[in-house]
């Protein structure tokens, strides 16, 4: 399997260069980036054979059969939709999009192409998330209520490593994006109730820095999202489930119950990397012909519910 990923160089980017190095017979033959000095250089330093600045120019290539989209999120439609008619299968960092209109191209696209389309919503593949899954599915855990909250300190436009970013982040299209796809996911319904509010917006970045998002399953499950790209203290997304059964508590790949008691969690996964077990995903989905788990088509009913909820917010 010969991969290209674009956005190699940035921070996910290289985490996917890096889980691709785990998985069998997955060679990296390609990798795009903003620069031709500085991705010649990432290339050369990796020992992969082609860099460029031009996506399509990857796409033209015989020796990639599938792309890895580590790009800005005001990209992912548009590369999504260049691979999938170029005959490419093609895996994008979440949001698939960053409006409802593109992203329901992006489920067309996918069903004419007969490619592999994918969004890596990570938190399905999350070892500490899976374990309350499989509880879920073998009847032994209800979800009553989800408390998230997902805090980070970014007064200024930077990205994950602390570098400048060249695009501006999103509290609702990409972070709340995440738990919106979970709660879905967990409960195995689309909401049927939801709200946001917003705080006020930063005066140079022109998004809002403070979100609080509610939803409600058909079933009765409950969801409640913090956000802020204001707080200065621990960062990150910390999911509280809590059950007809048990208290669940996921730190990232940690999973503690309610009195904070640890969970074994090593025989869930082949990997605790939860990066890794999409790309492995991605790679299986098409060696074997199948929709992925969080393929677009999937993935849809996340935003349709971030598009309610920005409706809501621009009143």
């Known amino acids: 399997m010969r991969i290209c990923v674009a956005g190699a160089a940035g921070a996910f980017g290289m985490k996917h260069l890096d889980a691709l190095s785990k998985i069998e017979g997955v060679e990296v033959t390609s990798v795009v980036g903003r620069t031709k000095e500085s991705i010649e250089a990432f290339a050369a330093e990796r020992g992969i054979g082609h860099a460029t600045t031009d996506l399509n120019e990857s ?14 999120t005001q990209m992912h439609a548009e590369q999504s939709l260049a691979c ?12 698939m999009s ?8 992006l489920v067309a696209a996918q069903k004419d192409s007969g490619v592999v389309g994918m969004v890596g919503h990570v938190r399905r593949f999350n070892p500490s998330h899976q374990y309350v899954h499989n509880k879920i599915k073998a009847g032994e855990f209800n979800i009553q209520q989800m408390d998230v909250q997902t805090y980070f300190f970014r007064r200024t436009n930077t990205n994950a490593m602390g570098n400048p970013r060249s695009w501006t982040d999103h509290l609702l299209w990409h972070h709340a994006c995440h738990t919106v796809d979970l709660f879905i996911y967990q409960t195995g319904e689309a909401p049927s109730e939801v709200f946001g509010i917003q705080g006020p917006k930063h005066p140079d970045l022109g998004i809002a820095m403070d979100m609080t998002i509610g939803m409600k399953s058909p079933k009765g499950a409950i969801c409640t999202l913090s956000l802020s790209f204001n707080n200065n203290g621990p960062l990150g997304t910390f999911f509280r489930y809590i059950g007809d059964t048990n208290t669940y508590i996921a730190r990232y790949d940690d999973l503690v119950d309610g009195h904070e ?25 098409i060696r074997e012909g199948r929709e992925p788990n969080s393929s677009f088509a999937q993935g849809l009913p996340a935003m349709e519910v971030l598009h309610k909820i920005e409706e809501m917010m621009s009143v």
Do not use: Q
Request: glycine fraction near 4%; proline fraction near 5%; charged fraction near 30%.
């Open 59 to 72: 796409l033209l290539r015989d020796d990639v059969d599938a792309v890895i989209l580590s790009t800005p």
């Open 84 to 95: 999938m008619r170029a005959g490419k299968h093609v895996m994008c960092e979440i949001p």
């Open 98 to 105: 960053d409006n409802i209109e593109d992203a329901r191209a």
């Open 261 to 285: 008691k640890p969970i074994d969690l090593s025989d869930v996964a082949v990997s605790n990397n939860g990066i890794e077990l999409i790309d492995r995903e991605f790679i299986d989905a």
